[in-house]
Nanobody, 125 residues
Framework: QVQLVESGGGSVQAGGSLRLSCAASGRYSRSMRYMGWFRQAPGKEREGVAAIYTSTGITYYADSVTGRFTISRDNAKNTLYLQMNSLKPEDTAIYFC?????????????????WGQGTQVTVSS
C-alpha cells in the first residue's frame, strides 16, 4: 500500500504564491511511474494540473498553469512538490496528489492508482 499526504494549502490573494507538498510512504511508493497533481473546483470535474515521470524527471503541465506552476520531486525525501506562482482566483480548488504505476497520458486521472486526501487552495481577488 501507498500513502500520500498533502500539505501546504491555504488562502492567498491573487498574484501570490503557495507551495504544496505530498509526502509518499509505504511499500513500492518509490517505484511509481508517474506522480501528479490534480485539482477539483466546486461543480467542476477533476483536472490534471501537473505530472512528473519519476525515472527521467520529464514534466507535464496543463495549459492553464504553464509558466506559473512548477512540479518537482525530492527523491531522497520521497516528496512531491507543486510551486504555484501568480495565482489567480480560478486556481481555487482542492488539490490532490496522486501516484501511478500504469502507462498512459499523465494528466489523465484514470491512470492513477493512489490518491491523497486533498488540500484546499483559495485565491481571492
Amino acid at each position: 500500500q501507498v500513502q500520500l499526504v498533502e500539505s501546504g494549502g491555504g488562502s492567498v490573494q491573487a498574484g501570490g504564491s503557495l507551495r504544496l507538498s505530498c509526502a509518499a510512504s509505504g511499500r513500492y511508493s518509490r517505484s511509481m511511474r508517474y506522480m501528479g497533481w490534480f485539482r477539483q473546483a466546486p461543480g467542476k470535474e477533476r483536472e490534471g494540473v501537473a505530472a512528473i515521470y519519476t525515472s527521467t524527471g520529464i514534466t507535464y503541465y496543463a495549459d492553464s498553469v504553464t509558466g506559473r506552476f512548477t512540479i518537482s520531486r525530492d527523491n531522497a525525501k520521497n516528496t512531491l512538490y507543486l510551486q504555484m506562482n501568480s495565482l489567480k482566483p480560478e486556481d481555487t480548488a482542492i488539490y490532490f496528489c496522486a501516484g501511478a504505476y500504469s502507462t498512459g497520458y499523465p494528466l489523465e486521472d484514470r491512470i492513477y492508482d493512489y490518491w491523497g486526501q486533498g488540500t484546499q487552495v483559495t485565491v481571492s481577488s
